[in-house]
């Protein structure tokens, strides 16, 4: 096993970071890290917006719910779904680019190449021995962060991740079976076995919780999913994203 493999392995998020700034010369390297992942057709459809001011921080904190590692990290990137760059393009070699814009297959071709490019730095990140973790809670307000970060139209702030020099080394959670997310030739047809293999997951992040909490938690994760999906949630997103000029067709 190679260190490239070994710290993709051993990921786990931080929550919380000692106080000192990354540098210059670190942020260049995880956003040109960023830069290396694949782009569908070379398309490169998204930004990443770093966020240094302290009272930024703060205010997107509390519009991501109060979280107080989104204030308090060595630098805060928000990865942003962007097309806007692509309607310039149109401007510029006289191009009537809107129609396609406005599509649900370039909306999601922005999406992934974002979600390309923040994996990229997040293994960047952490091979440098730094801490990294994800917020999609970001996503709670995205009106009130437009405004925020001036994000003009075919722009959708989509996360946020913290980077820092790590306070402490949290626990690594269990993931899926293997078998449960890797399947050959043909999506599993048998239900039955699906649900064996996620009662046998329940077991072990059951283990895992009662073990990390001496016993005070036990619950598992089909029951945590259950609770996440039993409403919809942040049900203005639709209306949000066809606001920004994604998804209309």
């Not at 040109?32 to 998204?46: E, F, I």
């Not at 009662?199 to 996440?228: F, H, L, P």
Request: glycine share 4%.
């Amino acid at each position: 096993m190679n260190e490239i493999i070994e710290t993709i392995l051993n990921h786990r998020s931080i929550r919380k970071y000692e106080d000192k700034p990354l540098t210059e010369e670190q942020i260049e390297i995880i956003v040109k890290s960023a830069q290396a992942a694949s782009t569908s057709s070379y398309v490169q459809a998204y930004t990443i917006i770093g966020v240094k001011d302290k009272e930024k921080k703060k205010e997107l904190a509390r519009l991501a719910g109060d979280q107080t590692y989104v204030e308090n990290n060595g630098h805060l990137l928000i990865f942003c779904a962007d097309l806007h760059r692509h309607e310039l393009i149109g401007e510029m070699e006289n191009t009537e680019v809107s129609q396609s814009l406005d599509t649900t297959e370039s909306f999601m071709i922005a999406v992934i190449d974002a979600a390309l490019a923040a994996q990229n730095a997040a293994l960047a990140a952490e091979s440098m021995g730094l801490g990294i973790c994800y917020i999609g809670g970001l996503r709670n307000n995205l009106v009130e962060v437009s405004e925020v970060l001036r994000i003009p139209k075919h722009v959708i702030p989509l996360f946020a991740m913290t980077i820092g020099y790590p306070l402490h080394t949290s626990d690594k959670k269990p993931r899926l079976p293997f078998k449960h997310i890797y399947h050959e030739e043909e999506y599993q047809p048998d239900s039955s076995i699906l649900k064996e293999q996620l009662e046998d997951y329940n077991e072990t992040v059951q283990q895992y919780y009662e073990e990390r909490t001496n016993g005070k938690r036990q619950d598992t994760w089909t029951s945590q999913m259950a609770e996440r999906f039993s409403e919809p949630r942040r049900i203005y997103m639709k209306e949000y994203v066809q606001k920004q000029g994604f998804d209309k067709k």
